[in-house]
């Protein structure tokens, strides 16, 4: 596995949002192996038997981002954010397709942290989490958005206050309240 600095990889995903084929075949396999850990971050959540394997939630969320022409990429943080992104919205809309999104089809009460760890209809978990996500993007957008990057991202506290450009000690004050709103909205579908 090859290694570069985070000042490395945001200088090769600048040249590639410039056009810089290059960059692109440079930049590939230092990200894949990041891209990995968070597809497997994804798919521990996943129920056992899973049909959509890590290596294919990687392959899908590549694919999706190798037609992103020119996008300026901010820094590293920002292109794991928005991979993280691409990520979840793959397993939402796999799990949709799968038939999860009935509501309260076996239900179960769970809260956010216990949502990726219950039972064999986790897909229908990943749903709500998505569900009550939207709607706490309407209350709170930033809210949502540590919690997408901390939960489905698997970033860190100084990684998710990178993206969002807020300071570690916001990102931890937005976790806490959009954990507790997250928890209150699962119990009360359920």
Do not use: C
């Amino acid at each position: 596995m090859q290694t570069a600095s985070p000042k490395e990889i945001t200088r090769l995903l600048v040249a590639w949002g410039d056009g810089d084929e290059a960059a692109l075949e440079t930049l590939t396999p230092l990200v894949y192996e990041e891209l990995r850990r968070l597809a497997h971050h994804y798919m521990g959540r996943e129920r056992p038997g899973h049909t959509l394997q890590t290596t294919a939630l990687v392959n899908e969320a590549y694919v999706r981002l190798i037609d992103w022409k020119n996008v300026q990429w901010q820094n590293r943080a920002h292109f794991f954010g928005v991979s993280a992104q691409l990520m979840r919205r793959i397993l939402v809309d796999f799990a949709r397709a799968r038939g999860y999104a009935k509501r309260g089809g076996g239900a179960l009460d769970v809260t956010l942290d216990e949502a990726a760890f219950v039972s064999d209809s986790k897909g229908s978990h990943i749903v709500a989490l998505d569900e009550a996500l939207v709607s706490l993007a309407e209350l709170d957008a930033r809210q949502s958005r540590v919690v997408e990057l901390r939960f489905f991202g698997g970033l860190s506290i100084e990684e998710t206050a990178e993206v969002l450009k807020v300071s570690p000690g916001t990102v931890r004050r937005d976790w806490s309240l959009a954990r507790a709103w997250l928890h209150r909205e699962l119990n009360r579908q359920s």
